[in-house]
């Protein structure tokens, strides 16, 4: 059985080419992913983490209000008892002011991304994370 992916972005992103790029980068690694589409509200995101109990949460904005509506969205979901461990990431365009992106992801993963990424060569540390993230699952399984 395969790890499972979640994928998202925030309420305000209504793109969905990065959602694809993402979902076909995580079957590649061998991930099962359940792909929630673009424009995805708070609730039915915590809704889907308690249905699918995926092993990671990913979420992914291009639209510059990623650094806004996703500390709303980290603390909804680490809210729920069955995300408090599970790896959260955000990536792509987390503002509007490229300048300040990093200091954003900063924030982020203070508010409790496992690591929020805001350019193209954080792909390598991703899928090096992936791997990580994928053996730990297989482990759980066979416990």
């Known amino acids: 059985m395969k790890p499972i992916a979640l994928l998202t972005t925030i309420p305000s992103d ?6 694809f790029f993402i979902q ?14 673009p424009s995805v509200p708070y609730d039915l995101l915590t809704e889907a983490c ?14 510059g209000h990623g650094y806004i509506e996703g500390k709303e969205l980290i603390k909804r979901v680490k809210e729920l008892d ?14 509007t002011d490229v300048n300040m992106s ?3 992801a900063v924030e982020l993963e203070s508010a409790g991304y496992t690591r929020a990424y805001c350019n193209d ?5 991703f899928g090096q994370r992936l791997q990580h993230i ?4 297989m482990v759980a399984r066979q416990a």
């Not at 209504?14 to 959602?19: R, T």
């Not at 069955?82 to 503002?95: A, R, T």
């Open 102 to 104: 990093y200091l954003y």
């Open 134 to 137: 994928k053996e730990q699952a």
């Open 50 to 63: 308690i249905s699918h109990q995926p092993d990671m949460l990913i979420v992914s904005t291009i639209n």
């Open 121 to 125: 060569q954080d792909l390598q540390d």
């Open 14 to 19: 209504s793109h969905n080419w990065n959602l």
């Open 24 to 37: 076909l980068f995580l079957q590649e690694n061998g991930f099962e992913v359940i792909n929630l589409g």
């Open 82 to 95: 069955s995300m408090q461990e599970k790896p959260v990431f955000i990536g792509g365009k987390l503002s």
